[in-house]
């Protein structure tokens, strides 16, 4: 059994998923497979009950996620909220199914950081990627709403094979406006990435010029812009900590009030993911199963057990070791030590060197797996 402390730390973070609900229908959502309707969403006192027990955990910061956060029309109330409990709120959005007066709105309810999430900086590309017609002018606006209030702005590129030859592009974008931070965010194949893994997978030669980009941006931007930037993990040769090591820095809280360690957990079978409906956040932080699971490094087969990095990367994506090799509980194929790494490296290899990338298969809530063409 897994040895873990009765009394673990507090987690630094909520990613609080008010809703999966979302205007864009991206090819690599990270929502779940199966997605909790509008009906089963917490309410907004289940919610403000919520923000509180995470401040009494003693968690610092809360996301204000989805699908589409600004979707919920209590939005300003939760933001409200999360200030009178002393946290930092951070709005994780599209940007594209808010007003300027609504945005206001939620910066006088306390907002501290707007994120926004970019598909492309070609208008073209970025309105095919996310399935949303006109989308790029509603997040340019977006962006200077934020700079106008004086909120701090990270820009979130999600990158892979059909936008990353301009990432050197998506970087002199988030400069332009005014943002603080970029995070470049690699797809992560699972979940729903997993139906579009042969359209997204970029090349290793993709990948090598636009981390040359990155690190000469690094260098001329120095003091003026942050970027965030991991290789992916099917090029990788270590793992990265998923989530910060599983059940130790963050948890995830669904729509329907479920508590996760990390926001994919659920495509794992046989955890049983406890809810904030039933029982408060602080026991479930500490003495919940799914947390449990894969807390520590007790849990952990050969060759991770008596690795010098086990207490560094944490062993790795659970759900990336289940996806690749039926296992949830087996060594991150990202990692080189793995009996799976060169597999997991010759379906990148594959899927990238494709003639033609396959059309996407669109995310959408009432019919997941229909192609739209």
């Known amino acids: 059994m897994n040895q873990i402390s009765p009394r673990p730390e507090p987690p630094l973070a909520a990613l609080l998923e008010l809703t999966h609900r979302c205007p864009l229908q991206c090819p690599y959502c990270s929502n779940p497979?199966?997605?909790?309707?509008?009906?089963?969403?917490?309410s907004t006192e289940?919610?403000?009950?919520?923000?509180?027990e995470a401040a009494a955990l003693g968690i610092l910061q809360v996301h204000f996620s989805g699908g589409e956060p600004t979707v919920r029309?209590?939005?300003?109330?939760?933001?409200?909220?999360?200030?009178?409990?002393?946290?930092?709120?951070?709005?994780i959005t599209s940007g594209v199914a808010i007003d300027r007066d609504r945005f206001h709105g939620l910066v006088e309810a306390?907002?501290?950081?707007?994120?926004?999430?970019?598909?492309?900086?070609?208008?073209?590309?970025?309105?095919?990627?996310?399935?949303?017609?006109g989308a790029q002018p509603k997040k340019l606006a977006f962006a200077g709403w934020v700079r106008e209030e004086g909120l701090a702005l990270t820009l979130n590129a999600v990158v892979h094979r059909q936008n990353l030859d301009?990432?050197?592009?998506?970087?002199?974008l988030a400069v332009e406006l005014g943002a603080a931070r970029i995070e470049v965010a690699h797809v992560q194949y699972y979940g729903w990435a997993l139906h579009n893994r042969d359209a997204l997978m970029p090349s290793r030669e993709q990948l090598d010029a636009a981390s040359a980009?990155?690190?000469?941006a690094r260098e001329r931007l120095h003091g003026a812009l942050v970027i965030d930037y991991v290789v992916p993990d099917y090029y990788a040769r270590r793992p990265k900590a998923c989530m910060g090591g599983w059940?130790?820095?963050?948890?995830?809280?669904?729509?329907a009030g479920k508590v996760l360690p990390c926001h994919a957990a659920e495509t794992i079978p046989g955890l049983g993911f406890e809810s904030v409906r039933d029982k408060p956040l602080a026991q479930i932080w500490a003495a919940s199963d799914a947390f449990q699971r894969f807390r520590g490094t007790a849990w952990m087969p050969e060759p991770c057990r008596s690795c010098s990095q086990r207490e560094v990367d944490w062993g790795g994506c659970r759900c990336q070791a289940l996806a690749l090799t039926g296992q949830a509980d087996a060594t991150d194929p990202a990692c080189v030590l793995?009996?799976?790494?060169?597999?997991?490296?010759?379906?990148?290899?594959?899927?990238?060197?494709?003639?033609?990338?396959?059309?996407?298969?669109?995310?959408?809530?009432?019919?997941?797996?229909?192609?739209?063409?």
């Not at 497979?33 to 917490?42: I, V």
């Not at 029309?73 to 709005?91: H, I, K, P, Q, T």
């Not at 059940?247 to 729509?255: E, Q």
């Open 33 to 42: 497979l199966e997605m909790d309707r509008a009906r089963d969403e917490l």
């Open 46 to 52: 289940e919610w403000l009950r919520v923000i509180r």
């Open 73 to 91: 029309r209590d939005l300003e109330a939760l933001v409200r909220g999360a200030r009178d409990a002393g946290l930092y709120s951070n709005l």
């Open 110 to 133: 306390g907002l501290d950081h707007a994120q926004l999430s970019i598909q492309d900086t070609d208008p073209q590309s970025a309105d095919r990627i996310g399935h949303y017609p």
């Open 166 to 172: 301009r990432l050197g592009e998506m970087i002199e």
């Open 213 to 216: 980009v990155v690190e000469a």
């Open 247 to 255: 059940g130790r820095r963050f948890l995830n809280i669904t729509p």
């Open 338 to 373: 793995s009996p799976f790494h060169d597999t997991m490296l010759g379906l990148a290899e594959t899927a990238a060197h494709s003639e033609a990338p396959p059309e996407f298969v669109y995310r959408r809530m009432r019919s997941p797996v229909e192609p739209v063409r």
